[in-house]
């Protein structure tokens, strides 16, 4: 069982009480995964937003400055909008990335759950789910890193040239991020690429039915089986109660900034509390409650790895350290000894 962490570099106020820069913000961020690579994590995954309440627009610089930092963990996105990037460039980047980190590498599409990225690229939203769908085919084609002939229709087509540089390895591994659809699945088992289930309410069990149609998928388009992962928000403290009082100022936040744009209700501190219970996607509390979620939703789910979203909100830089620091030390040994 692998343990990850990601983050968006959620934009949070400093000692001060005032936001902190970005590019505070984004140094903060490179601490953290530095931290997470000392106490042996697996993974650290970085968002792509282009908004004023997130640090990080370029997942992949940050990582090649990440690369030159650690020794171990894996490096990646979480996610790059494919459907608002160019294919050739987002595997270019990720293979210097790769380059420069000895082989850690590995990108995690998706579609993203924020539209910015459309009107600031000059991409019309009605081809939302066309321009997902052939990029992303493009791209399971330079995985192969040889000639491309590739003719899609909204983007250049390609005839015989090769993209540069290759990975050492000879193919940047990619996943694909699923909300939880059926087609989103199927779509993921087509292309033989790996799921990563983000969770973010509800209960994580649900999501045992997408994991077993996404692999009944990959036998009846003759696939190999290929791994599942998911990933849910959560705070790691030394006890449940100081887990629960630090993470929901900032999580309630996060809900009103997004929901007020969304039309959500508030967040309450009931349904929060209800989040953090055994049901809920919450990852939120002492090294063993948390260590005994993931141990109990890996079994529904069959996966292989846990990405832990670390930052929220208004969570302080030193509140994430010490709950990094807990996650790869206590929980990780707590979840082994559970899995004997």
Known sequence: MELGLNTFGDIYPGEDGRDLSA???????????????????DFIGLGEHHRDDFAISTPETVLAGIATRTENIRLGSAVTVLSSDDPVRVYQ????????????A?????RGSFIESFPLFGLPLDQY???????????????AEGPIHWEGGLRPAIDGLEVYPKTEGGRLPAWIAVGGTPASVVRAAHYSLPVIFAIIGGDPAQFGAFATYYRRALAEFGKD???VAWHSPGHVAATDEQAREE???????????IGAERGWPPLSRAAFDAGCGPDGAYYVGSPETVARKIVKHRADLDAVRFDLKYSVG??????MMRSIELYGTEVRRLVEDMLG
């Open 247 to 257: 993470f929901f100022p900032a999580q309630a936040a996060n809900h009103a900034r």
């Open 129 to 143: 789910e066309e321009l997902f769908e052939q990029k992303l085919e493009l791209f399971t084609r330079l995985q």
């Open 106 to 110: 590995e990108v995690i599409l998706g």
């Open 225 to 227: 089986p290929l791994p």
């Open 314 to 319: 208004t969570l302080p830089h030193a509140a």
């Open 23 to 41: 590019a505070q913000v984004i140094r903060n961020v490179v601490a953290e995964a530095v931290l997470a690579d000392e106490v042996g994590l």
């Open 93 to 104: 980047r990720f293979a210097t990335v790769d380059a420069l980190s000895g082989g850690r």
